[in-house]
């Protein structure tokens, strides 16, 4: 059984361009969310999927969005990167809900 | 406006003795608690539970209490290791049958030997 698996783990882009990150879902999850961990903060929800939908969205703006595969796999794309995107941001997949180890977006 | 509060960003403690983590909550429609521990470089695991229609739950060295009247829960680690320092999350769910918790700032607890 494996667990959920991020990618990059760590990358480095500049303000406004465009970042995708991925995530593969632990085996048997149907569900997939995500997070964005800042500096001394605890993970706040940005949306979920389920089914290749998204079915719950926390406040982030239309710029942050998402796919969910066929194999339950992920992707967060942001577009026009700002400053305040720097952060790790975390994959869980669920039930239960179980994380990756995040992919820490550094912006410039 | 943080529902979820950890108000001590850190705590240390001695090898042996207990640690005690605070979190306050200010939704009264939250019916599930959760602690989430993190090792650095690694994503949050989950560590224990508790319903609100429970006020104690224990697995092994680690006891959580809530206090629904207080809006209040605790983390008991008895007795404390070094391998328990890492950031410790609370975090909440419920809010009308949504399961997507919401996380606290977390505490980061280090045991000295």
């Known amino acids: 059984e494996t667990g959920v698996t991020q990618s990059p783990t760590h990358l480095i882009k500049t303000r406004g361009q465009q970042v995708t990150l991925r995530c593969s879902s632990q085996s048997g999850h149907n569900t997939v969310s995500w997070y964005q961990q800042a500096l001394g903060q605890g993970p706040q929800f940005i949306f979920q999927y389920y089914r290749e939908e998204e079915n719950g969205r926390g406040n982030f703006p239309p710029r942050f969005s998402g796919l969910q595969f066929p194999n339950y796999s992920s992707e967060l794309n942001v577009n026009a990167l700002e400053l305040d995107d720097s952060a790790l941001y975390l994959c869980?997949?669920?039930?239960?809900?179980?994380f990756g180890a995040g992919s820490r977006l550094t912006v410039l | 406006d943080q529902q979820v509060k950890q108000n001590s960003p850190s705590l240390s403690v001695q090898e042996g003795r207990i640690s005690i983590l605070n979190c306050d909550y200010t939704?009264?429609?939250?019916?599930?608690f959760l602690w989430y521990k993190k090792y650095p470089a690694e994503g949050p695991t989950f560590l224990i539970s508790i319903s609100s229609i429970k006020d104690k739950n224990e697995d092994g060295r680690f006891t959580v209490f809530l206090n629904k009247s207080a809006k209040h829960l605790s983390l008991h680690i008895v007795p404390s290791q070094p391998g328990d320092s890492a950031v410790y999350f609370c975090a909440a769910s419920g809010n009308g049958g949504s399961y997507i918790p919401t996380f606290g700032r977390g505490t980061s607890l280090i045991v000295h030997p």
């Open positions: 939704n009264s429609m939250f019916d599930y």
């Open positions: 869980a997949s669920s039930p239960p809900l179980t």
